[in-house]
């Protein structure tokens, strides 16, 4: 597989988890189309307390990731925007999307992002 095509399914994949998570917003109404390629997608919104927090900066660049838990694992949440500051113990709201796509390769994925920042 070819470095760009790598870079193209990555790109849809985090294209489709931002577009799930801005659908799933309550300021948000509008249906959300999944690009070409998606065969099956489906999301949940849930509430979890923060486990852990990671972040880091560099200059203005700020990046946050939360461990929460979900159905007894510790997962990952990440906050693409960097504009959130949760602490430990605060309970945050999350949305998990489960994605497949078909087209060039399958890819199952799953990933946990921040709601309502």
């Not at 605060?90 to 949305?95: D, F, K, L, P, R």
Request: with cysteine; aromatic share 6%; net charge positive.
């Amino acid at each position: 597989m070819k470095k760009t095509e790598k870079l193209s399914i990555t790109g849809t994949v985090c294209l489709c988890v931002f577009l799930m998570a801005c659908g799933k917003s309550e300021k948000s109404q509008l249906p959300v189309a999944m690009p070409p390629g998606v065969s099956d997608s489906s999301s949940e919104v849930f509430s979890a307390p923060v486990i852990k927090v990671y972040s880091s900066q560099e200059g203005k660049h700020k990046s946050r990731a939360y461990v929460v838990k979900w159905k007894g694992s510790e997962v990952i949440v990440s906050d693409s925007l960097g504009r959130s500051a949760f602490r430990v113990g605060e309970v945050i709201q999350v949305i998990a999307v489960k994605m497949s796509l078909e087209d060039p390769m399958v890819v199952h994925s799953l990933n946990f992002s921040l709601v309502g920042i």
